[in-house]
């Protein structure tokens, strides 16, 4: 496995490739989630290039950039250990943003509901970083997590509008064994907080046993969804959805498939997950 | 000569052209400036692309976009006597901008300033497509011409910004005998107007003589301009402009190079031009 720091070091070792590549975007400190998606591109390209880059744009001046967890040399072993062929670690920010650096890809639209309500520049972020890695590692495919539903749906916009030849491919979601979604932030969490944490999955599995129950009424789901996290005193919800799949607008009704999704906060953590409605759909 | 309509069609037969590959985007009804940049990039580069879209993004609503000249047949015969091996001529706007369209390069600084004051949304259309071009025709080699300075800044920045892989090459103003800088827009102008439209160039080379005089204040060489556009009863000036290369803020004494710039109103007809000092000078 090569490692590159550089990006002209990355652009050298870019061009041996084999294609079709396959691309696996990472802020590092790397969980099973993550494996999972190069093991996914690992069995179907022919070269898998992973980036590890914490990207300060999608992080607001008030959020976690300065504390989120790094660990570059056992995140190097396990990519190692997929068979990665080539890694872009950058050494430092500037060859991404450089001084006087103003050059911002915005997608719009869903990127201002949900996650953009509570982080309004993060998609923007998101969608700039996205759009220069796709430069520099041209890959043919690109793996994203359902996990975070929302930057998927961007990402595949971002996609469709700027005209890249990249096939997006969606991995699910991998979860700890109490149903917790793995994410590198769970490592904030004392162990009571983290005892609490599992509740974000409780209430994704009571609204599709109400969905499957006949239950239609995306209100009712989101009160349902309230009502189990106010059971955890340790739980501050930010929002609960049932969401169009496409507008990501709150559904009155859900009529053919839904995005339900929810944010809270567990102390200073913040945490995500989503599903699909009808159970066992995909986001797309 | 191949001659794509739709993207899909347009990517097969890119796969099959030879690197580095040259690019020249226009806007259609060819003149000699764009038959300059494509002679660049045929002497350069094994293949040569060229694009033919009025890409409406770029245009604001009260702009000239349904009148903007066009004609696609004189202009395939032109590239296919340049040598032009593909063009990218699409039939309809949807492919660029179907419905729900919602996605833009933004380069910001530089974009607010000059054509950017008249016209606040004309360069987030200008990234926005030119970002869309590189990913559709992947080029090794982009051609931009030197008439419109500031785009070729603006795409200088895009290209740095978004880390595209891709060597911005300037090609120099192509003029009509008189002086005036080649344009399809000149061809609006009636026969009144198209004999007062050479004030443009009389008042560049006033201020590369002054300059060659010893002049280096920026507001004395800005008047003069201004006096010199007065003299066209025709002629209602914009802006002129003597500015910093890098910034585009106005120069209160030009110490190292500077662009001055200018941009009228003959009728409804909007006309700009530049040139750089010291004489001889190079935008970049």
Same mark, same amino acid.
């Given at each position: 496995m090569n490692v590159a720091t550089t990006l002209s070091e990355f652009r050298t070792r870019r061009a041996r490739l084999e294609e079709p590549v396959g691309f696996v975007p990472t802020m590092g400190f790397l969980h099973e989630g993550h494996l999972s998606l190069a093991r996914l591109a690992r069995s179907s390209c022919k070269s898998v290039v992973a980036s590890i880059f914490v990207n300060?744009?999608?992080? &607001?001046?008030?959020?976690?950039l300065s504390s989120y967890p790094r660990d570059l040399d056992s995140d190097l072993e396990l990519l190692e250990k997929e068979g990665v062929d080539l890694v872009l670690a950058p050494s430092n920010n500037d060859e991404f943003y450089p001084e006087g650096y103003g050059t911002w890809v915005d997608v719009g639209g869903i990127t201002q509901r949900l996650e953009g309500t509570s982080r309004p520049t993060h998609f923007r972020g998101v969608a700039t970083i996205v759009a220069k890695l796709f430069n520099i590692v041209g890959p043919q495919r690109a793996f994203f997590g359902q996990k975070d539903a929302q930057q998927a749906l961007v990402i595949r916009r971002l996609i469709r509008d700027l005209n890249y030849d990249i096939e997006l491919i969606l991995g699910p979601t991998i979860r700890e064994p109490d149903g917790l979604a793995m994410s590198?932030?769970? &490592?904030?969490?004392?162990i009571e907080q983290r005892a609490a944490a599992p509740v974000l999955r409780r209430c994704l599995m009571l609204v599709e046993s109400l969905y499957t129950d006949g239950e239609r009424d995306g209100e009712m789901l989101r009160h349902a969804m309230l009502d189990v996290l106010q059971s955890e005193p340790l739980v501050q919800p930010d929002y609960v959805s049932v969401a169009d799949?496409?507008?990501l607008e709150e559904l009155k009704i859900i009529e053919v498939v839904a995005l339900v999704s929810l944010a809270v906060r567990i102390g200073s953590t913040r945490l995500i997950d989503n599903t699909v409605l009808p159970p066992g759909e995909r986001l797309f």
């Open positions: 300060p744009t999608q992080f &607001a001046p008030t959020e976690d590198s932030r769970n &490592a904030y969490l004392s799949l496409n507008t």
